[in-house]
Antibody, heavy 114, light 107 residues
Framework: VQLQESGPGLVKPSETLSLSCTVS????????WSWIRQPPGKGLEWIGN???????DYNPSLKSRVTISVDTSKNQFSLKLTSVTAADTAIYYC?????????WGQGTLVTVSS | DIQMTQSPSSLSASVGDRVTITCRAS??????LVWYQQKPGKAPKRLIYTASSLQSGVPSRFSGSGSGTEFTLTISSLQPEDFATYYC?????????FGQGTKVEVK
């Protein structure tokens, strides 16, 4: 099982952070898929998850700014986080699982700065 | 949200020591508790799930116990590769929430 995040490493304040996660080595359509983030030197925060049907669940702390979508034809799911601030600077991980994560991507650092 | 509190936040130990980390939930979560190990620059690695089930490939010196609101992760004999930060995660209810982490350092 492999997960690989991709997307810009630098986003300007007030703009939208966009990341994708490509999954290989496992049947994409029988699992939930999640995004998790970790500010540098700090702890882990679950952002939300998605099922192949498009059903989503978001962390209430971020719900107003988050959209997670899926493209089953590409074995991919994506994250959009709007109106970012410096507080959104973090390593963003994609992971297999809805609330219990057994496989993780390597993570990608996204810095919010002008 | 369910709050997860780990203790201690950090500890110093030597190779061969027995190490115990505690995680407390703000409300009962049955046995819906996962333990992760994270090394610098790496993604977390799952060690234990459903409080006490050992992830395939993880050495048997790692064990987990507990149910309800109090859980422990035990390393029976600390090895050099075990110096890392450990996190608990409750997956009983949404949003899933992590403890703040316990850093295991060289004494």
């Amino acid at each position: 099982v492999q997960l690989q995040e991709s997307g810009p490493g630098l986003v300007k304040p007030s703009e939208t952070l966009s990341l994708s996660c490509t999954v290989s080595g496992v049947s994409f359509t029988i699992y939930y898929w999640s995004w998790i983030r970790q500010p540098p030197g700090k702890g882990l925060e679950w952002i939300g998850n998605i099922y192949h049907s498009g059903s989503t669940d978001y962390n209430p702390s971020l719900k107003s700014r988050v959209t997670i979508s899926v493209d089953t034809s590409k074995n991919q799911f994506s994250l959009k986080l709007t109106s970012v601030t410096a507080a959104d600077t973090a390593i963003y991980y994609c992971a297999k699982g809805g609330k219990n994560f057994d496989y993780w991507g390597q993570g990608t650092l996204v810095t919010v700065s002008s | 949200d369910i709050q997860m509190t780990q203790s201690p936040s950090s500890l110093s130990a030597s190779v061969g020591d027995r190490v115990t980390i505690t995680c407390r939930a703000s409300q009962g979560i049955r046995n819906d508790l996962v333990w992760y190990q994270q090394k610098p620059g790496k993604a977390p690695k799952r060690l234990i799930y459903t409080a006490s089930s050992l992830q395939s490939g993880v050495p048997s010196r790692f064990s987990g116990s507990g149910s309800g609101t109090e859980f422990t992760l035990t390393i029976s004999s600390l090895q050099p590769e075990d110096f890392a930060t450990y996190y608990c995660l409750q997956n009983n209810s949404s949003p899933p929430t992590f403890g703040q982490g316990t850093k295991v350092e060289v004494k």
